[in-house]
């Protein structure tokens, strides 16, 4: 199974890149690729990804949260790649770092979304560093 991992620093505290890692409608704000999301209608079922450019083809994913140890783990289930976020508190901000877990059915696709991956975990910090301001 590939596997890889990104690391970016944001200026924010943990607390407001939470906000936005824990928060799938924020998603298309930072996200590359991602287009629309549709939210769960159950306090803690999957909610619905729509890539960018593809408006037809929704893409259930799971989230699991665990403020305490600062991770988010997101698990698409059609794809079944995982994305398993971690923050850390380091010289007044956050520490992101992310490891993707792709299936050796889907290893076509590493390049393209260690791409994916390298944008979206730099503008996640630095959108959370800009709503700080």
Known sequence: MPTFAETA?????????????????????????????????EDSGPYTMYPDGYP???????LHGDRQLGNVTISCLVSDLVFTWRLQVVDGGTRID???E???????????QRDVIHRSVRA?????AQECE
Request: hydrophobic share 40%; proline share 14%.
């Open 9 to 41: 620093h944001s200026a924010a505290p943990p607390e407001e890149v939470w906000k936005l890692l824990y928060d799938p409608s924020r998603f298309p704000q930072w996200w590359a690729g991602v287009g629309t999301v549709e939210p769960s209608t």
């Open 56 to 62: 037809d083809f929704p893409m259930p994913q799971l």
């Open 98 to 100: 992310v490891h993707v």
């Open 102 to 112: 792709i299936p050796d059915s889907e290893s076509h696709r590493l390049d393209t």
């Open 124 to 128: 996640l910090a630095a959108l959370a």
